[in-house]
T-cell receptor, first 108, second 114 residues
Framework: RKEVEQDPGPFNVPEGATVAFNCTYSNSASQSFFWYRQDCRKEPKLLMSVYSSGNEDGRFTAQLNRASQYISLLIRDSKLSDSATYLCVVNRDDKIIFGKGTRLHILP | DAGVIQSPRHEVTEMGQEVTLRCKPISGHDYLFWYRQTMMRGLELLIYFNNNVPIDDSGMPEDRFSAKMPNASFSTLKIQPSEPRDSAVYFC????????????FGPGTRLTVT
């Protein structure tokens, strides 16, 4: 089992809709969590850190469920510009592990 | 402010040749990371430095790969000899002490080994 797993998608979502996807991690000792965004043929960019209490940044909400060992990302009122690959990142013992990403396509 | 700078942006070379990738981190950042990204394997951490010292090189695939950071503003990743399976996008990233996992990535070097 991979340490960090994501549904590769693609998720095809109409503009304005709400979309959510999860990322599961296998090691309960994982310490910190992040979402990065990567546009096609571009570098990854930090979208948001994921805090234990959950956190929100505008239309984006990230949640952590330690009991079930997953993090989630919710995007409300999706925009065309949200189309990208979303990478889940987990830190454990000074190791950083990236998921392979979930592709999101926002449809006009 | 300049972000992470990588050169070259594209490199095409023949199998067996030496390849050197270069990275200039964001000024003041303490951590520097080298990653490789392929469709099959996703984004993989190769090695990272803290204050110019290599901390974890367990991701370096084999002895053909080496990385150096002679000073705070420059790092290289060298592949010698290169092989077709090394074809990938290589990213460099940097971050601040206290926030090592909030990384800023460079634009990447797309390497093709024929």
């Amino acid at each position: 089992r991979k340490e960090v797993e994501q549904d590769p998608g693609p998720f095809n979502v109409p503009e304005g809709a709400t979309v959510a996807f999860n990322c599961t991690y296998s090691n309960s000792a994982s310490q910190s969590f992040f979402w990065y965004r990567q546009d096609c043929r571009k570098e990854p960019k930090l979208l948001m850190s994921v805090y234990s209490s959950g956190n929100e940044d505008g239309r984006f909400t990230a949640q952590l469920n330690r009991a079930s060992q997953y993090i989630s990302l919710l995007i409300r009122d999706s925009k065309l510009s949200d189309s990208a690959t979303y990478l889940c990142v987990v830190n454990r013992d000074d190791k950083i592990i990236f998921g392979k990403g979930t592709r999101l396509h926002i449809l006009p | 402010d300049a972000g992470v700078i990588q050169s070259p942006r594209h490199e095409v070379t023949e199998m067996g040749q030496e390849v050197t990738l270069r990275c200039k981190p964001i000024s003041g950042h303490d951590y520097l990371f080298w990653y490789r990204q392929t469709m099959m394997r996703g984004l993989e951490l190769l090695i990272y430095f803290n204050n110019n010292v290599p901390i974890d090189d367990s991701g370096m695939p084999e002895d053909r790969f080496s990385a150096k950071m002679p000073n705070a503003s420059f790092s290289t990743l060298k592949i010698q000899p290169s092989e077709p399976r090394d074809s990938a996008v290589y990213f460099c990233a940097s971050s601040l002490i206290g926030q090592p996992y909030e990384q800023y990535f460079g634009p990447g070097t797309r390497l093709t080994v024929t």
